[in-house]
């Protein structure tokens, strides 16, 4: 894989998503409705895979968990920032929608392009609302 310039590759898949979770099941059911969908989909279930993942795959969506053990989104959110991250980002929580809506304004102050939110649980057609959200 070559690098172009501004870190883009010279990748011909153009919608690439980056999944971040803890949860294997729902990194297996979003991978799924994502490739159906016409994404190619690497999924990272600690931040050193989402890290390594970011670097090589050069996502132009990213969908995160905001909670998670030992660095959750929030964190990600503001490694992003720092990465100057252009692509578009789905943040997804089984928690409280409050939180949701945190992490959303958070993103936002950050200046990064979050597109929406997903409340976990959530099914297919909810999550391919969502994608089509990142085109």
């Known amino acids: 894989m070559t690098l172009g310039r501004k870190g883009q590759t010279g990748r011909t898949d153009s919608k690439r998503l980056l999944v971040i979770d803890d949860e294997p099941a729902i990194c297996d059911f979003v991978k799924q409705v994502a490739e159906d969908s016409g994404f190619s989909v690497v999924v ?4 050193e895979q989402f890290r390594t993942s970011y670097e ?11 909670v998670m053990p030992d660095v959750d ?17 789905l943040i997804m929580s089984g928690y409280h929608p409050e939180l949701l809506k945190s992490g ?14 997903l409340h976990k649980p959530f099914g297919s057609a909810e999550l391919r609302a969502a994608l089509r959200q990142l085109d």
């Open 56 to 66: 090589a795959f050069h996502p132009t969506a990213i969908m995160l968990d905001l």
């Open 44 to 47: 990272a279930s600690s931040h």
């Open 73 to 89: 989104g929030i964190a990600l959110l503001g490694i992003l920032a720092d990465q100057d991250c252009q692509a578009k980002i």
């Open 104 to 117: 959303f304004r958070l993103g936002d102050g950050y200046k990064l392009d979050v597109k929406g939110t």
